[in-house]
């Protein structure tokens, strides 16, 4: 059995391989990423537009959502509600002011101090006007009717936190905080509920049966069950092959994100081998990857990740520190640096 600590860290460093993997060729199509890279297309971290390595976006708000909920952690440790969404929509305002709007607080915690997470990564422009005109999203106030793929990407870890009764409803909620149409959400909520069950030991084919008795239980639910059932009958019908990827979608709505992400795990067990799978397209092959090294990751752990993928991406201490201490709210034992309750009060300010 995987331990929670791990499988907090897989998704983190998975879905960070996967960004810094598939970003680069994020706005070409398969013809080109083959002329460039060779027949089989990406196969290593290549150079993108900003460092080495360089993750996007995608990775730097799993960080703020991982921060918000340490901070609903403290808060319920403390005697207070146990509030993540609210706790997760405070820590995505606080990304937020690192992308040229306005400006951090003096006691807003690490993450808005550090140079690296500061200024813009890839297409974030519709979470942070979400979140700046609708700072609360939910279902009876979405805050627009965007349907990109970006929210699915923020739903694992408070997955994992919330466990398999709760965490279909959580990623829910926690996409409406940026993205309002049925097919986004409830895309969230089946990424959700399969991490949840991944991390509790089932296998991935009844974690997706799981999440599917979930989704057909809410409206609306039409194009997102589609697609989910897309994916499990193309992975036992198809090849794994960039083609049959794109006969799946281009990634760049939820739905679509979801169905490719699913196939790739469905039809590769190995990590690496799914992530290839999931960046090798002609759509949205930073957010594909990173979803999928994302579940990847709670399935098996960071030990999974090849040493070289590790040692090119940037943020991995970073990652490690908040997937550690992630750990340490949610069960306990010594933060894997010593910090006292001071430090991580520092780290993680908390009101009540």
Request: with cysteine; proline share 5%.
């Amino acid at each position: 059995m995987v331990p929670l600590r791990c499988r907090l860290s897989g998704v983190l460093l998975g879905g960070a391989v996967g960004d810094a993997l598939g970003a680069p060729v994020d706005r070409f199509g398969l013809h080109e990423i083959r002329a460039r890279l060779g027949q089989d297309g990406v196969q290593e971290i290549v150079a993108s537009g900003y460092r080495w390595g360089a993750v996007t976006d995608a990775t730097r708000t799993a960080l703020y959502v991982a921060d918000g909920v340490i901070r609903a952690c403290r808060l319920r440790d403390r005697g207070g509600a146990w509030d993540p969404v609210g706790e997760i929509a405070r820590a995505l305002g606080r990304w937020v002011s690192t992308q040229g709007h306005g400006e951090p607080g003096p006691a807003d915690g690490w993450l808005v101090r550090h140079p690296r997470l500061r200024g813009r990564r890839g297409r974030g422009d519709v979470s942070a006007s979400a979140l700046l005109a609708t700072p609360n999203g939910s279902r009876a106030n979405p805050p627009n009717a965007a349907r990109g793929s970006a929210a699915l990407v923020r739903v694992a870890l408070p997955a994992l936190a919330a466990g398999p009764a709760g965490a279909f409803s959580l990623g829910c909620d926690v996409a409406l905080l940026t993205h309002g149409h049925p097919d986004a959400w409830l895309s969230a909520g089946v990424v959700a509920g399969v991490a949840s069950r991944l991390a509790a030991g089932e296998g991935l084919p009844d974690a997706v049966a799981a999440a599917r008795s979930e989704l057909v239980r809410h409206p609306d639910h039409a194009a997102v069950l589609g697609a989910l059932d897309g994916a499990v009958r193309a992975s036992r019908t198809s090849f794994a092959s960039p083609e049959a990827v794109e006969a799946l979608g281009s990634g760049r709505t939820a739905e679509t994100a979801l169905a490719i992400s699913l196939f790739c795990l469905l039809k590769e067990e190995d990590l690496r081998k799914a992530v290839l799978l999931a960046v090798n397209h002609s759509g949205a092959s930073g957010i594909t990857g990173c979803l999928a090294g994302q579940l990847a990751g709670v399935r098996g752990g960071p030990a999974e990740i090849p040493a070289r993928w590790l040692e090119d991406v940037e943020l991995l201490a970073e990652m490690e520190a908040i997937a550690d201490d992630l750990a340490y709210h949610l069960e306990g034992g010594p933060t894997g640096e010593g910090l006292s309750d001071d430090d991580l009060e520092l780290r993680y300010p908390v009101s009540a």
